[in-house]
């Protein structure tokens, strides 16, 4: 994990309320340490009903980054950003070329699932170009 930055933003200037970015080291304890920042700090900006949602979503959408977005030597980014009608996960990885899609599974095996689980369980997904990379993102409602 690399640089933290956490910044509340005044209501009243701007729709955005906080704001987290996280730089992390494209490994499997990188996935762990996001998940947990994610629902720590969704629970500190007072939407516990949101924590788990979202834990779980950083932890699919960083776990893609991990298999399908890592170059050696290259960062993920997870990126945080709360408005007052909706939780913004972001995931920034260096591989553009490489864009997500929806795929049916096989029964038995162990991957496959994880855009399944998102597209379920956000209100909104998708995937954004970068000059170098992709980010892919899923939005909570706050009710």
Do not use: C
Not at 5 to 26: G, I, M, N
Not at 32 to 46: C, D, E, N, P
Request: hydrophobic share 45%; net charge positive.
């Amino acid at each position: 994990m690399s640089a933290a930055q956490e910044t509340p933003v005044p209501a009243p200037t701007r729709a955005l309320l906080r704001e987290d970015r996280v730089d992390y080291t494209p490994t499997a304890h990188s996935v762990v340490l996001s998940r947990h920042r994610a629902a720590r700090l969704v629970l500190q900006w007072g939407h516990p009903a949101l924590a788990g949602d979202a834990a779980l979503l950083v932890s699919e959408l960083a776990t893609n980054a991990l298999l399908h977005g890592a170059i050696r030597g290259r960062l993920f980014r997870v990126h945080l950003s709360l408005t007052a009608t909706a939780l913004r996960i972001a995931v920034s990885d260096p591989r553009g070329e490489r864009l997500p899609s929806i795929r049916r599974p096989d029964a038995d095996g162990p991957y496959g699932r994880g855009l399944l689980i998102v597209a379920q369980l956000a209100d909104d997904w998708g995937v954004e170009p970068r000059t170098v990379g992709k980010t892919v993102y899923a939005e909570l409602a706050v009710r």
